[in-house]
């Protein structure tokens, strides 16, 4: 495996709400009588089955509660053995399937203020991805402007499966406040469950939602790129998180032919998709889907032209490698640094 170096930016880790009642205390009085009196007790989504194996790596798991809700666990297991400068926390919680505005508001707020307190606050190595109500895109701009005035939140985080397609000239009020603080938005793997997670319906196995995020990332790609986003908003970054990365040039490939075909009923796109993702569009190295061997890695990366697109991630506490290999075979020690250290600081301006 090629050998990690100090000092990287781990762009994806998740830390665990341990259960509804942590957000208590970051609730206001009416919603946390909400909460008590509704006799809400947790909200879990099903994009990471919490006894599934690829939740966490069995020596990352602990023995009691969820992977991930430790933060002496999170320090131990990643942050010294990487020895990383920075990792960025992307709270996976259910606040984005709540279908009321103001609850998902609150809730969002609280466990940004969770965040703040329980993590960041406790370790200077952290920093944040700010959770938005995406429901209200009004809310989700109050959210991002008041969080941003903490310059630890270098980030705004939305699901990769929500209720529209994310190109949507309703949503670019959110890209606007973001492009203005210098937050890039992180697209996660993940669904709100308001719609079926794959094109055809509902599934019978979580294989099938899983594997199908790959599909929800290209169509929501299509949709920034079609719609305009980065002709209104040019220094906008956006990150792919958990997209693997084995799709991107067959599917640029496709993209960039009908594109050419069929540019007359976009003519704001006015740059080739692959010009797009170079400038504005980048990629978490876990889960890596591709093939193992050094050569067929050598080639992707050919085949993506560009040595810009990927940022380093380990997912923790989710199981994507085992003991310390955390990067593929057959990288060169110059890429590394790339993926590691450079790639991150150019797409992150908030990172010092």
């Given at each position: 495996?090629?050998?990690?170096?100090a000092g990287?930016?781990?762009?994806d880790v998740?830390?665990?709400v341990?259960h509804?009642?942590?957000?208590?205390?970051?609730l206001n009085?009416?919603?946390?009588d909400?909460v008590?009196?509704r006799?809400?007790?947790?909200?879990i989504?099903?994009?990471?089955?919490q006894?599934s194996?690829?939740n966490?790596?069995p020596d990352w798991?602990p023995e009691?509660?969820?992977p991930?809700?430790?933060?002496s666990?999170m320090?131990?297991h990643?942050?010294?053995?990487?020895?990383?400068?920075?990792?960025?926390?992307?709270?996976l919680?259910?606040?984005?399937?709540?279908?009321?505005?103001?609850?998902q508001?609150a809730?969002?707020?609280a466990l940004?203020?969770?965040?703040v307190?329980?993590?960041?606050?406790?370790?200077s190595?952290?920093?944040?991805?700010i959770?938005?109500?995406?429901q209200s895109v009004?809310k989700?701009?109050?959210e991002i402007e008041r969080?941003?005035e903490?310059?630890?939140?270098v980030?705004?985080l939305?699901?990769?499966?929500?209720d529209t397609?994310?190109?949507k000239?309703a949503?670019?009020?959110?890209?606007?406040?973001?492009?203005?603080l210098?937050?890039?938005i992180?697209?996660?793997?993940?669904?709100a469950?308001?719609?079926p997670?794959?094109?055809?319906?509902?599934?019978s196995?979580?294989?099938?939602d899983y594997?199908?995020?790959?599909q929800a990332f290209?169509?929501q790609l299509?949709?920034?790129?079609?719609?305009?986003v980065?002709?209104k908003?040019?220094?906008l970054?956006?990150v792919?998180l958990?997209?693997?990365?084995s799709?991107?040039?067959?599917?640029l490939w496709r993209?960039h032919?009908?594109w050419?075909g069929?540019?007359m009923?976009?003519p704001?796109?006015?740059?080739a998709?692959?010009e797009?993702v170079?400038s504005?569009i980048?990629?978490?190295?876990?889960?890596?889907?591709?093939?193992?061997?050094p050569?067929?890695?050598i080639r992707l990366f050919?085949?993506?032209?560009?040595?810009?697109?990927?940022?380093?991630?380990?997912?923790y506490p989710?199981w994507q490698?085992d003991?310390?290999?955390?990067?593929p075979?057959g990288?060169?020690p110059?890429l590394v640094?790339k993926?590691m250290?450079?790639?991150?600081h150019?797409?992150y301006?908030?990172l010092t």
């Open positions: 495996m090629a050998s990690l170096i990287g930016i781990d762009c998740h830390p665990a341990p509804l009642t942590s957000l208590l205390p970051y009085d009416y919603w946390r909400q008590t009196t006799g809400m007790v947790d909200l989504s099903q994009s990471y089955p006894n194996p690829i966490a790596r798991r009691t509660g969820k991930g809700e430790s933060l666990d320090q131990r990643v942050l010294d053995p990487f020895q990383l400068k920075h990792a960025i926390c992307n709270p919680y259910g606040v984005q399937m709540v279908f009321s505005e103001d609850l508001a809730f969002c707020r940004n203020e969770w965040l307190k329980e993590w960041l606050d406790r370790d190595r952290l920093r944040g991805s959770v938005i109500p995406t009004e989700a701009v109050a969080c941003a903490d310059r630890r939140f980030q705004v939305m699901l990769v499966m929500g397609p994310l190109g000239r949503l670019w009020p959110i890209y606007e406040a973001a492009e203005r210098d937050l890039p992180g697209i996660h793997a993940g669904s469950y308001h719609n997670p794959t094109a055809v319906g509902w599934g196995y979580h294989i099938e594997v199908g995020q790959a290209q169509t299509t949709s920034l790129i079609v719609e305009g980065f002709a908003y040019p220094r970054k956006m792919m958990e997209s693997g990365v799709w991107i040039a067959p599917y993209l032919k009908f050419r069929v540019r009923e976009t704001w796109v006015d740059r998709p692959l797009l170079r504005n980048r990629f978490s190295l876990q889960p890596f889907d591709a093939p193992p061997e050569e067929t890695l050919e085949h993506m032209q560009s040595d810009e697109l990927v940022l380093f991630s380990t997912d989710h490698f003991d310390q290999d955390a990067l075979e990288l060169s110059d640094r993926i250290i450079d790639n991150p150019a797409t301006p908030r």
